[in-house]
């Protein structure tokens, strides 16, 4: 598609670091200006209208197009990606802000370790404007990785006027210092610290992760050196796929490589594969097993698979 000039008339482009503080006009800076923003090939899940769900709320003018997949074959139909131009009044260091926490958002896909320092890095983000968006649950919840914790977390420190209220606020007020020194340490991530600290005590080498869903526990192991082979198994065939995506496996070199292995299996049947192991773990995986299963899992782990030791 043809690339559009950004804005509605003429402006000019200002180098400014990252909080707004702009080199060349340090008078501007706390000031709302005009802002036209252009964006190619933004990975949007929920397409044009979810553009304008985030957006529009904070007092931008959206201008969205979605992108063809091919302008040569538009029987192919439209791609996941947008043109996006906004144009608002607005201080820059809340404009960057604002792109910084919703263009992950928009892609609702993070391909590095969620935690939880980017509960941190989005209440700063959001201070002057996240508390106060009708969409705040889903941004909290797609920018923390669907984290169910985690953006309970967040929500609990959010403070209005402070985590987010634009009520009080003047347009050229930019994002305040978010106090986080109270921050509740999620659950989950208590529990993958204590199954980490007794591996390591047993002095568990070779672990088998049981229901590893799309990778969020091995990312740890495959983290420490001191774990010499570690397997995640799942039934779902789209979860490998996102395993194989969070864990880098595309950009790792041989030798970590070598160290890690994602195969699509049933936590109820035998499986040759993952018998013999230092240490067997289901985190997060052994409360979705009904009592009607269990007996087959119990089999599985301690009968087949008999690791040195099993959780």
């Known amino acids: 598609m043809p690339r559009r000039p950004c804005g509605r008339g003429p402006g000019a482009v200002l180098s400014c670091r990252y909080d707004g503080a702009l080199q060349a006009r340090p008078e501007l800076v706390g000031a709302a200006i005009p802002i036209a923003i252009a964006l190619t090939g933004v990975p949007a899940r929920g397409g ?3 553009v304008r769900r985030l957006f529009e709320p904070l007092g931008w003018n959206v201008d969205v197009e979605t992108i063809a997949l091919d302008p ?9 990606y947008v043109y996006l131009e906004l144009n608002g009044t607005i201080c820059l260091s809340t ?26 890095k989005l209440l700063r983000a959001g201070v002057g404007w996240l508390a106060g968006h009708p969409g705040k649950e889903l941004i909290m919840t797609r920018y923390l990785a669907h984290h169910r914790d985690m953006v309970e977390a967040a929500a609990s420190l959010m403070v209005e006027g402070e985590g987010g209220s634009a009520e009080g606020k003047t347009a050229g007020d930019g994002p ?4 986080l020194t109270s921050t509740v340490v999620p659950l989950h991530t ?10 390591k005590d047993l002095g568990a080498r070779r672990v088998v992760d049981i229901g590893c869903g799309e990778g969020t526990p091995m990312q740890r192991l495959m983290a420490e050196p001191h774990f010499t082979r570690f397997i995640g198994t799942d039934v779902a065939a789209w979860a490998m796929g996102w395993g194989e995506t969070r864990l880098r496996m595309d950009e790792v070199g041989d030798r970590h490589r070598e160290r890690v292995r994602l195969i699509q299996s049933s936590a109820r049947y035998a499986d040759d594969r993952i018998a013999g192991l230092d240490a067997a773990v289901l985190i997060e995986a052994i409360e979705h097993i009904g009592s009607e299963r269990l007996s087959a899992v119990v089999a599985k782990v301690f009968v087949h698979a008999r690791p040195r030791e099993s959780w």
């Open 48 to 50: 044009a209208g979810m």
């Open 72 to 80: 040569e074959y538009p029987g192919w139909g439209e791609s996941h």
């Open 95 to 120: 404009a960057l802000f604002q792109i910084h926490a919703l263009l992950p958002v928009l892609t609702d896909s993070k391909h590095y370790w969620v935690g939880d320092d980017e509960i941190a």
């Open 176 to 179: 305040a210092e978010v106090n």
């Open 190 to 199: 208590l529990r993958g610290d204590a199954v980490m600290t007794e591996l």
